[in-house]
């Protein structure tokens, strides 16, 4: 059983900042790429951005790639997502998310069906 809880996210202005974390039970991290997914008010949930520490795979989706970086935390063990530049279209709830059965590797543009395991989402709001 996996277990995966985000923190970080508030309100801030636009051009602003902030740190989103995502913390896993267990070694979850050696073994399975964890992926950052948002959901905007009214809209779909959408990937953000994913990090393996198993093959070192990563993507950023376009709409956040040069502002977002995803890294490991190794003394928090945790997968944070540092946002830079924020916009008002930003504003969502944050989910991290993995896949148990196949997900060694990050896979852009992968159903949400296929991953397994999710938190409970964060809230980021940016105000223009």
């Known amino acids: 059983q996996v277990q995966l809880e985000e923190s970080g996210g508030g309100l801030v202005q636009a051009g602003g900042s902030l740190r989103l974390s995502c913390a896993a039970s267990?070694?979850?991290?050696?073994?399975?790429?964890i992926y950052w997914f948002r959901q905007p008010p009214g809209k779909e949930r959408e990937e953000v951005s994913c990090?393996?520490?198993?093959?070192?795979?990563?993507f950023y989706a376009d709409s956040v790639r040069g502002r977002f970086s995803i890294s490991r935390d190794n003394a928090k063990n945790t997968v944070d997502l540092q946002m830079n530049s924020l916009k008002p279209e930003d504003t969502a709830v944050y989910y991290c998310a993995t896949d148990t059965l196949f997900g060694s590797s990050c896979l852009q543009g992968r159903p949400i069906s296929e991953l397994d395991y999710w938190g409970q989402g964060t809230q980021v709001t940016v105000s223009s």
């Open positions: 267990g070694s979850t991290f050696n073994y399975y790429a």
């Open positions: 990090l393996s520490n198993v093959d070192s795979s990563t």
